[in-house]
T-cell receptor
């Protein structure tokens, strides 16, 4: 197991298109988190799962954002009708207990 | 609500100097955890250290040390004898007693010059 894997690493999309990102956590980790990071800022919490249950969602997660974690394994984050303001690094992390292991992130650019 | 403040936006030092990164936090939780992460230019956040709210013992781990003071809500991080490879953005973060989401500061960009 080589850590948390995120795909794709980079995504360029046109405004209005839908995009989907995938995160594969460390296999024995039961919690999975999504964060968004814009330039010059710290990561901002979006949502997290314990196994397959989505336990908390940030107000940042508008109706255009949806996240799933079927069967408590990998997770997907979908953004519908992308806007330029969605351009950011999307980080996934997993944990078993306190403390995260982060993936390398997916950098989204909306043009 | 939780808040983490890193007042230093950028720090520049010359190699082998010691450098301290400041972090001040706010939380109403009685149990919480504090972290420092490093984000090099490659982008991946790397865990450095963790401290829980019941343990104010300060420790040294290699070139890293930290000073946790509940009385002033501060969790400062020191790199001794800095190296060029320490150049990165450093984030302080807080997890409350629900052990769920983390609240991050906005980071301190450390540049170590040769």
């Amino acid at each position: 197991d080589t850590g948390v894997s995120q795909n794709p690493r980079h995504k360029i999309t046109k405004r209005g298109q839908n995009v989907t990102f995938r995160c594969d956590p460390i296999s024995e980790h039961n919690r999975l988190y999504w964060y968004r990071q814009t330039l010059g800022q710290g990561p901002e919490f979006l949502t997290y799962f314990q196994n397959e249950a989505q336990l908390e969602k940030s107000r940042l997660l508008s109706d255009r954002f949806s996240a799933e974690r079927p069967k408590g394994s990998f997770s997907t984050l979908e953004i519908q009708r992308t806007e330029q303001g969605d351009s950011a690094m999307y980080l996934c992390a997993s944990s078993f207990g306190i403390g995260y292991t982060f993936g390398s992130g997916t950098r989204l650019t909306v043009v | 609500a939780q808040k983490v403040t890193q007042a230093q936006t950028e720090i520049s030092v010359v190699e082998k100097e010691d450098v301290t990164l400041d972090c001040v936090y706010e939380t109403r939780d009685t149990t919480y955890y504090l972290f420092w992460y490093k984000q090099p230019p490659s982008g991946e956040l790397v865990f450095l250290i963790r401290r829980n709210s019941f343990d104010e013992q300060n420790e040294i781990s290699g070139r890293y040390s930290w000073n946790f003071q509940k009385s002033t809500s501060s969790f400062n991080f020191t790199i001794t004898a800095s190296q060029v490879v320490d150049s990165a953005v450093y984030f302080c973060a807080l997890i409350g007693d629900n052990a769920g989401k983390s609240t991050f500061g906005d980071g301190t960009t450390l540049t170590v010059k040769p």
